[in-house]
């Protein structure tokens, strides 16, 4: 069972509307056109089908390519411009790929324009929006419909949008039934091991996970999951 929090909702529906990440222009009279494609440095299991998402202040990678009928320009001798926020940050000739940092103040979405100057059709530019979410948690626990048996389980977090390569980059911190929680080495891991032995059977146990990024103190997220025992 995957318990899922209000915030990963919201950042699988963002990665829905927005799974393809390009952004395309036409111009008619010369079947030229400027394509604009995106992906964000940041951490989604394996599982994750949809489009990872940015968070604030996390790092995005965008790429440029002007087609013209159909197939790629040579941009090398070509100065192209890139804009945040409608805001000039970098501009070089074959520019083709710019990386930057999502502004922190910035709570739904980025606005990214690049500008190929000076093609036989003059400048032709694209302007995209990408969508930025909150890192969020989700606990994974296995259970047997709804219920989880009076022995020893095993549950892991699954963290999502972090700027991190890997879960174990991020510190995490486990309670259960508000009290702290931790596995016998006491080392903040993406996984825990709840002994619910001495349980009644009917009785629930409250798992929960903050975890926080140490790199990158604004980001954070916690989640939680009630439990029954068989």
């Known amino acids: 069972m995957k318990v899922i929090g209000k915030k990963y909702f919201v950042g699988v529906a963002l990665a829905g509307l927005f799974a393809a990440g ?39 990678t965008a790429t440029v390519d002007l087609l013209v009928n159909g197939k790629p320009a040579d941009l090398s001798n070509r100065e192209i411009r890139w ?42 530019e694209r302007t995209i929006l990408i969508p930025v979410s909150s890192p969020s948690i989700v606990i994974d626990v296995p259970t047997e419909g709804g219920y989880i048996p009076a022995a020893s389980i095993a549950a892991r977090a699954l963290p999502y949008f972090f700027s991190i390569e890997k879960p174990d980059d991020l510190l995490f911190e486990w309670s259960a039934n508000g009290s702290r929680a931790g596995n016998e080495t006491g080392t903040p891991s993406s996984s ?30 916690q989640s939680s999951v009630t439990l029954r025992i068989r």
């Open 22 to 60: 390009v952004g395309l222009t036409a111009n008619a009279q010369s079947s030229s056109s400027l394509l604009v494609t995106w992906r964000a440095d940041a951490y989604a299991p394996s599982s994750f089908r949809g489009k990872v998402l940015p968070p604030r202040g996390g790092s995005v």
């Open 83 to 124: 804009f945040v926020d409608n805001e000039l940050h970098q501009s070089g000739r074959n520019l083709k790929r710019f990386t930057f940092a999502v502004p922190i103040q910035n709570p739904d979405e980025v606005t990214v324009k690049a500008v190929v100057m000076e093609t036989l059709r003059g400048n032709i």
């Open 192 to 221: 825990i091991t709840l002994d619910t032995s001495g349980g009644i059977s009917g009785n629930t146990v409250t798992l929960g996970v903050r975890a926080v990024n140490p790199s990158a103190a604004i980001e954070s997220a």
